[in-house]
């Protein structure tokens, strides 16, 4: 019986792309780089905040460009950040049916928190782990098993939704069954290969969540 469902955020719950687009394009140009596409952003997200600036700016710069970039997202994430079609509807009727709710990610606790207050989704959450309330982020289990342990809930009776491999890695790292949306950064082929116990096309899907938990 599932009792928790624990949600990645970026490309899961929230899109935040442009944002982070924005934020690291400044950085770039205040360091005289050239400034990068879309597609590019969006392949790098996931891993955290530090390994996403380690994948455009040399390690000399890497502390330098975070401060850079870190002080510019906090008004970015506002002004470009949008919740996902049907996420507050989804979120609403599983609260309504008794699920507790959690979320997991690697973008740092700061900005997590800003976000789902700014979009106002933080009530519907028992807790949230961010990066920066552990050590280890996903794919390592850890943001995952606090929860666990916090809530007192199960691994066989949770589920973990998210948007990339790295999530669904997490999820059988941390023995919890996955489900993989088609709304992120990863890709089809890539999701597949990961091999999480469900793959959806929308986050709306959950809406029905006890009548897909028999091929969960």
């Given amino acids: 019986m599932i009792k928790l469902v624990i949600f990645d955020l970026d490309g899961t719950l929230i899109d935040a792309y442009e944002a982070i687009e924005k934020s690291l394009n400044y950085t770039l140009k205040?360091?005289?780089?050239?400034?990068?596409g879309f597609s590019a952003v969006h392949k790098a997200v996931g891993a955290g905040d530090?390994?996403?600036?380690?994948?455009?700016?040399?390690?000399?710069?890497?502390?330098?460009?975070?401060g850079?970039?870190?002080?510019?997202?906090?008004?970015?994430?506002?002004?470009?950040?949008?919740?996902i079609p049907s996420t507050k509807r989804m979120l609403k009727s599983l609260k309504k049916r008794n699920f507790r709710l959690a979320v997991a990610t690697n973008r740092p606790e700061k900005f997590s928190l800003i976000l789902l207050n700014h979009l106002g989704l933080d009530d519907y959450f028992?807790?949230?782990?961010?990066a920066g309330t552990v050590e280890e982020l996903k794919p390592e289990p850890t943001l995952l098993l606090r929860i666990l342990e916090e809530l007192e809930i199960n691994s066989d009776e949770a589920l973990y939704v998210g948007d990339m491999a790295?999530?669904?890695?997490?999820?059988?790292?941390a023995?919890?069954?996955?489900?993989?949306?088609?709304?992120?950064?990863?890709?089809?082929?890539?999701l597949k290969k990961a091999r999480p116990h469900k793959l959806i096309s929308s986050i709306a899907?959950?809406?029905?969540?006890?009548?897909?938990?028999?091929?969960v």
């Fill in 30 to 36: 205040i360091l005289g780089y050239e400034t990068v």
């Fill in 50 to 66: 530090v390994n996403f600036i380690k994948t455009f700016v040399e390690d000399k710069y890497v502390e330098k460009a975070l």
């Fill in 68 to 83: 850079i970039y870190r002080e510019h997202h906090k008004s970015a994430l506002l002004t470009y950040t949008r919740t």
């Fill in 126 to 130: 028992d807790l949230i782990t961010c």
């Fill in 166 to 173: 790295v999530d669904v890695y997490a999820g059988k790292n």
């Fill in 175 to 190: 023995g919890i069954k996955t489900i993989a949306v088609m709304s992120g950064s990863s890709s089809e082929s890539e």
């Fill in 205 to 215: 899907e959950l809406t029905n969540l006890e009548q897909m938990k028999a091929t």
